[in-house]
């Protein structure tokens, strides 16, 4: 099992930057592949980013690329999702989820933290 809580979402002026952290508990292995998804109101899900957790490789949705970087920490079993550029169109709330990397799904969520882009 593994237990996802993402923290550091808040309201930000456009153009502004926003740091969010999921601190994963529970087994961790090198096979997993960790990520950022988002849902704003009246919209579906949408994948911002995503990384393996053992080679540290990433792969950026097309909505982030160049302003959003997701990154983890070994050490502390955290993924960060660095934002900036902060557009009123990127307000949602953010969930981290992960899953072993042959997966077809994620079988594990965050309870979301709320991004809040004001224009």
């Known amino acids: 099992q593994v237990q996802l809580v993402e923290a550091g979402g808040g309201l930000v002026q456009a153009g502004g930057s926003l740091r969010l952290s999921c601190s994963a508990s529970?087994?961790?292995?090198?096979?997993?592949?960790m990520a950022w998804f988002r849902q704003a109101p009246g919209k579906e899900r949408e994948f911002v980013a995503r990384?393996?957790?053992?080679?540290?490789?990433?792969y950026d949705g097309d909505s982030v690329k160049g302003r959003f970087t997701i990154s983890r920490d070994k050490a502390k079993n955290t993924v960060h999702l660095q934002m900036n550029s902060l557009k009123p169109e990127d307000t949602a709330v953010y969930y981290c989820?992960?899953?072993?990397?042959?997966?077809?799904?994620?079988?594990?969520w965050g309870q979301g933290t709320q991004v809040t882009v004001s224009s």
């Open positions: 989820a992960a899953r072993l990397i042959l997966a077809e799904s994620y079988d594990y």
């Open positions: 990384i393996n957790w053992s080679s540290g490789s990433t």
């Open positions: 529970g087994r961790i292995v090198s096979s997993y592949a």
